[in-house]
């Protein structure tokens, strides 16, 4: 599984997140939980945001996509949302596990 790299509106800034395909989808991986032991990293939460408005800019130093419009923060948190976000489509802990070294030099 390839990571990619995203750019994100968050609060009137913009921020760097990590992405990924899964499932036929683009989802943005807020926070990562290592494994060192297994030697694996899992996403902590995937964002859904191939349905949102975005762009693919896959060769210049943008990184891969940039989200165009703002995402709400709590998505972001290290905390899961008290309550489902109307819009947006996410899962907590899902089941994907990648290598460390293929985090480490993405």
Request: avoid cysteine; aromatic fraction near 10%.
């Amino acid at each position: 599984m390839k990571i990619y790299s995203a750019m994100v509106m968050l609060g009137g800034g913009l921020h760097k997140a990590d992405a990924i395909e899964y499932q036929g989808k683009l989802w943005l991986v807020p926070h990562w939980l290592d494994m060192p032991a297994q030697g694996v990293t899992m996403p902590a939460r995937i964002v859904r945001f191939d349905n949102l408005l975005y762009s693919d800019v896959r060769g210049t130093n943008l990184g891969d996509f940039v989200v165009s419009m703002s995402m709400p923060k709590e998505l972001f948190d290290s905390q899961s949302p008290k309550q489902p976000i109307a819009g947006y489509e996410y899962q907590e802990l899902p089941d994907i596990r990648i290598p460390l070294a293929a985090k480490a030099h993405h």
